[in-house]
Every structure is written in structure tokens, then in C-alpha cells.
């Protein structure tokens, strides 16, 4: 890997910060009238993709976030069955007792509690809760996209023309040479001298 000079190291660290090669070129000390076009070009450099893709890499590893584990929070998420979130009265069981794959499909829950009265008075008389869960499309279509399943390759239908026989073969060409006889007797048919300028 080519050697990258200290403003270049710089951007590198400079850009995973909020990943804007714009604003990274000009904290990095390079001139702020042309930091667009710089950090555009600095991207291109491999030694520099090299050197963002390492740092990123490491600091994945250090949190704890690998590949795998992506994959499979996708998973959970594209695999929910809102159905283990009730129990069989059809109330919604208490979080605690939510399997792994259920939790980590859900992406909030709300709770409203309703009373009546006032004061000392004040009673509760009931609460509604509303579970929103992330969506299992965005999940599907991610784990589709890294399975390859909307690529070009994989959905591409291979047309091939068909496959005839000798006998087939013969008839067709038979068939192809009885129709261009039709169409030449037609021609011979119709009539001749059309005037100039009628269609």
C-alpha cells in the first residue's frame, strides 16, 4: 500500500467522523475553497479507502459488530411473528417474557393509561398499549440484497430460443416457403400503374 503523507492520514481519521469527505478535507488543513473537489478525490485514492475501511473495521470489532451479527438482527426482524408478543387470552405479555428474536424485532412500546376523576378522587380505569415493531420489508429487502437475490444474475431469465426438431425444421421451412408464395401471387394480383401521389 502506497504510503499516505500526514494531511492524507489525517482525512482518513478526519472522515469517519461524520463520513462528509467536504467537511473532513477542511479539518484535515486543505483549502477550503476547492474541499469539495479534494475530499472527492481523495476518496478515490486506494491507499486512503484502504486505510478508512481498516480504522472501520477496528472500531466494529472493538463494539462488538460483526458481519454475523448484522445478519442476524436482519433476521429477527425480517422473521417476526407478532403472534409471541400475546399470550393465548390475547393480551400483550410483559417484556421480560419476550423471547430474543421477538425483542429484538420490536422498536418501541407506548403505554397510555386512562383515569377518571380528580384529585384523591382520581382512579385509573384502564390503559392501551401500542407496540411498533421495525419493518420486516426493509429487513427482507436488505437480507435479499446480500443474498444477491435482486441482481442481475440471479434474476436474470435465460431466453434461449427453441429447440426444433429435423421434422419440425422441415415444416416450418415448408410453411415459410408457402407463405412467401401466397405474398408474391397477392403482388402479382393487385393492380398496377398507381398513379403518382396515391397511397
Given at each position: 500500500m502506497k504510503k499516505l503523507t500526514r494531511k492524507q492520514k489525517l482525512f482518513s481519521s478526519?472522515?469517519?467522523?461524520?463520513?462528509?469527505?467536504t467537511d473532513a478535507a477542511k479539518r484535515a488543513g486543505y483549502s477550503t475553497r476547492s474541499a469539495t473537489e479534494i475530499g472527492y478525490q481523495l476518496l478515490q485514492i486506494p491507499a486512503i479507502k484502504e486505510a478508512i475501511e481498516k480504522d472501520t473495521e477496528a472500531r466494529l470489532r472493538k463494539v462488538g459488530v460483526t458481519a454475523e451479527k448484522v445478519l442476524t438482527e436482519l433476521a429477527r426482524v425480517a422473521h417476526c411473528d407478532i403472534r409471541r408478543l400475546y399470550d393465548d387470552q390475547g393480551m400483550l405479555r410483559p417484556p421480560k417474557e419476550w423471547d430474543d428474536d421477538t425483542a429484538a424485532a420490536v422498536a418501541g412500546l407506548e403505554v397510555f393509561e386512562e383515569f377518571i376523576g380528580k384529585g384523591e378522587e382520581r382512579m385509573k380505569i384502564g390503559e392501551t398499549k401500542k407496540?411498533?415493531?421495525h419493518s420486516k420489508i426493509e429487513a427482507?429487502?436488505?437480507?435479499a440484497k446480500h443474498l444477491k437475490l435482486f441482481g442481475d444474475d440471479t434474476l436474470k431469465v435465460q431466453i434461449e430460443p427453441p429447440q426444433?426438431?429435423?421434422?419440425?425444421k422441415a415444416f416450418l421451412k415448408e410453411l415459410a416457403i408457402a407463405r412467401a408464395k401466397k405474398e408474391l401471387e397477392a403482388?402479382?394480383?393487385a393492380p398496377s400503374g398507381t398513379q403518382e401521389g396515391e397511397q
Open positions: 478526519e472522515y469517519q467522523k461524520d463520513f462528509c469527505a407496540v411498533r415493531t427482507l429487502v436488505n437480507l426444433y426438431t429435423d421434422a419440425e403482388l402479382r394480383e
